[in-house]
């Protein structure tokens, strides 16, 4: 398991607790969606990697999500994706 | 949301509130509905009620003294243990007594959205203008505060993206997506969002003072770390932001409130 807690916290601005979880969270991930993350982290841009019709370019600039968001989502999309659309919708 | 993940978003100063003193200046509608804010509420004096609920907790007081000489008398002296036991009652008592005084929290939002069930009927709602959208909003906001226990000083609106629906930032205010005056299919996100933010006013007042909103301490003690250190943000990880206890209550509760509530 690697550890991407600092650099969340450091580059990306989260906090120490949301850092904790969502390091979990990218670990989990299947492997396509890390390679995207390791791609994230070595400087490439990532924006038109999709799931469907959904991009981390759509969810950063609509739905005003930080990219390391936007990664988990599209791998949250593509093991549920209707389930996971009612959650991108609750942003209230 | 909460406060400090509504990110910046412009905002509507002019709510109807700064703009009529938070009545509208004409009767004339559109719809041809009176405007929601016309409606009456029947008075109650907060004087009663202060005095009801001093001599209610002056009444628990003396049933505390009394389980207390109770305990006593059954050989529980062992100090932790009784002031434990004590406190667990006196929070049932307090909890059931302000349930009486001001009534099942959900229910009586339910009731609020009943007594403008008119405004907020598909039909109706079609009919009315953005002024009248805002005055009914606004209404409903003022009446479940009272509900809710506390002041709700109304609903403002901001333009923003069109998947943030709204926010609560400590100011009184619930904060909603302006598109809910603008597009009629927002009708059933409205009401649900002010009862959201609502709730999550009510998560703030109760996780400080959990008897006076009837909530047991083991919620209220979760919903403040959940508020800080604890806060997860739906723009650093939405399952998360989605999964916390205090945004699973507030969308139960709206859901309720709603189901409830004769308007769907």
Redesign the interface.
Known sequence: MKDYTSILISD???????AT??NI?LNNMDEDSISILEKLLNGDDISNYSYRDISIGTLVK?????V??AI??IN?LKKDYDG?IK?????? | MVSSAAGSIEKFNDTISDRFGNKPVSNSTTSGLPYASSLEEPYVLQRDIKEMIQSGLSAIDRRVEAKEDDLKNKGITDPEALNAMLQQFRDECEIEFYNDVYGDVSVKCSECLKKLSQHFKKSNWDRMDSLEREDALNTLALSAGKAFRFDVRGVRFYNGNPNSRGYYSGDGYLYLNSDVLSDSNNRLDAIDTVFHEGRHAFQHAAANNPNMYSIDRITASQWKNNFYPNYIRYEQNPMRYFSQPIEVDARTFAETVIKNGGIV
């Open positions: 990306y601005g989260f906090s120490d607790y949301e979880l969502t969270d609509e739905y005003n999500l930080s390391i968001a988990l989502s949250m996971f959650v991108l919708n609750s942003n209230k």
